[in-house]
């Protein structure tokens, strides 16, 4: 979906969903780090902040989503801790506060976010303290940050949006999946995670399903290392075709896409000798 209209706005009324970076930890140049922005009005709700995201941001408000001009982004929830989810911390933290955020980014996620975001905030406290005691205009308190460390369950609430945190399993460290039910969708984003038993219960009913995946044609290339440590932590074509068949989202949206020498268009096909529901293989920047 373009985003861009004829005047060069988006007047946004309903849900949006905006793959900010449909990346994985390999350097792709025409993939930034994982980062989803779910937009509800003029309001804007982003999950995972990897490299690149505020300058994916930026280009989507250029063409025409007003709401993810960078300094308006105020509300960010994270997956895990995998850097690839988290290059683009600091860049969230500092960025906007330099184009002109006033209030404090409030940030949830899983335990060991405090010390990340405590740790970030050290490494650039010459930068902090310039930008406030010199010449440079800055409003006080926009590089700061509100923390929240959750456990799974109902984890925020406004007037336009409720956010579950749900269970993902991705690894010995906590790692969660966020469900997010507006006025008129309900959107689940998976970040990383392998098949465990709750995802049909954690997917059932949601309009749109933003889910990593990885290619079973390439994992039978992969050695036997990589196959045991991809098996244990993310899902295969195959894998994420049988629950989307059970849980048969309005939408299926591909992304975190590790293709090891196949493609999108192959990704779809696997997916589609188990699942024939809606389904498209995700890029930066697009809109559903």
Sequence with gaps: MSITSESGSHLIAGTLVVLLGTGTPNADPERSGPAVAVVVNDRAYLVDFGPGVVRRAAAAAKQGIATLSPERIAT???????SDHTTGYADLILTPWVLGRSAPLQVYGPSGLRDMTDHLLAAYDADIRERIDGLEPATPRGWQVEVHEIAAGFVFEDDLVRVEALPASHGSWPAFS????????????????????QMQTNYAGCDVLVHEVYSAAGFARRSAAWQRYHAAVHTSTLE????AAETCPGLLVLYHQLLWGETPDSLLAEIATIYDGPVVSGND???F
């Design 76 to 82: 960010a929830f994270l997956t895990h801790l995998h």
């Design 240 to 243: 994420l075709a049988r629950v």
């Design 178 to 197: 966020y469900r997010f039910t507006t006025p008129d969708r309900t959107v689940v984003i998976s970040g990383d995670s392998a098949p465990h038993e």
């Design 285 to 287: 920047l697009d809109v």
